[in-house]
């Protein structure tokens, strides 16, 4: 090219020009000047876009930090006058005695990743789990809570399929990787659930974490995405609410946070800190669920 500074300029020509021609370039008489530059594609800098990508990643964890502080601190919202409190909690490996006294509640959640990386906080947790003065308590395995020995002790508190506390229509899914199980699980998925309880989100629901020491990405069950998403289709078609009115999870300890879609509230409920756990660094989440027929959800803290 005769241009060294990359960008073209000079006269523009307007008879020259082909019908074809973008409108503003037509427009331009003869022996204007044209100024826009067109900036052609350069090779960037590998290390110059990982420093921006660190810089939106933590851009984006100071507002989400930002909103959960401002939550906390703001007026706590009306109590609903018939409703269950749900105290939820997830991902504590092996931390659970550093929380102080749970709040009071009527229906205890773990979404699962109680065990810590020593592999030896069975018991404990189970014997702190039954000290919980709750009227219900529920426990989702997660991905680290391997063989059928954390079943066989919870007992009864173990979810796996459908069940009820109180007025609330419950669901739980333990941990599966995406396949044959996972979908067989995430078909029984009933219709006008309360409380959906999983370990992994779904697909692209707060699931944003790191894949390795440089990258992040989206690493929820796209099998669960594909459930919800049929039966938010199924409810847009009936019109009235089919889909789980709220969805409780953990396992992506980044991903902390609400998010309201089609008629389910969707929370992560991790409590440990980003990466591999090595404290608690939220508390646990408070809602109250109507059973009045009202529907309505109101988060107390988080």
């Given at each position: 090219?005769?241009h ?16 074809s ?5 037509r427009?331009c ?9 067109l900036?052609l594609?350069?090779a960037?800098?590998?290390v110059?876009?990982f420093a ?5 990643v ?5 507002r ?19 409703a269950t ?15 102080p ?15 810590g ?11 702190w789990?039954?000290?919980q ?6 426990f989702?395995?997660?991905n ?10 919870l007992?009864a508190?173990y ?6 506390c ?7 899914i333990p941990?599966?990787?995406d396949?044959?199980?996972?979908m ?9 659930l309360?409380?959906l ?9 707060l699931d944003?974490a790191?894949?390795?020491?440089f990258?992040?990405e ?5 099998t669960l995405k594909s459930?919800?998403?049929?039966l ?8 009235r609410?089919l889909?789980p009115?709220?969805h ?8 902390r946070?609400?998010?309201e879609?089609?008629?389910t509230?969707?929370l ?10 090595r404290?608690l ?6 809602l ?7 529907g ?5 803290s988080m």
């Open positions: 090219m005769d060294p500074d990359r960008s073209v300029r000079g006269p523009v020509v307007a008879a020259a020009l082909p019908a021609a973008p409108r503003a370039l427009r008489r003869a022996g204007a000047f044209c100024t826009k530059r900036h594609p350069s960037a800098s590998g110059a876009v921006a990508t660190g810089r939106r933590a851009r984006r964890r100071a989400r930090a930002a909103t959960v502080r401002e939550e906390a601190q703001g007026a706590a919202p009306a109590e609903l006058s018939h409190r749900v105290v939820a909690i997830s991902d504590t490996h092996g931390f659970h005695r550093r929380f006294r749970l709040p009071e509640g009527d229906l205890l959640i773990h979404c699962g990743d109680a065990q990386n020593s592999g030896s906080d069975l018991a404990d947790f189970v014997e789990f039954r000290q003065d709750f009227k219900h308590k529920i989702v395995r997660g680290h809570e391997k063989g059928r020995e954390w079943k066989d002790r007992g508190v979810l796996r399929g459908a069940t009820h109180g007025k609330l229509k419950l669901f739980g941990y599966q990787p396949g044959f199980m996972q067989a699980y995430s078909k029984q998925i009933p219709e006008q309360d409380l309880v999983t370990h992994e989100p779904p697909h692209k629901m944003y790191w894949a390795s020491s990258r992040q989206h690493i929820g069950s796209k459930a919800l998403g049929r938010a289709h199924k409810s847009r078609i009936n019109k609410r889909s009115r709220v409780l999870f953990g396992h992506v300890h980044e991903g946070g609400k998010l879609k089609n008629g509230l969707f992560n409920v991790s409590n440990a800190n980003p990466g591999m756990a404290t660094q939220h508390p646990c989440v408070v109250d669920i109507a059973t009045d027929g009202s309505d959800v109101r988060v107390v």
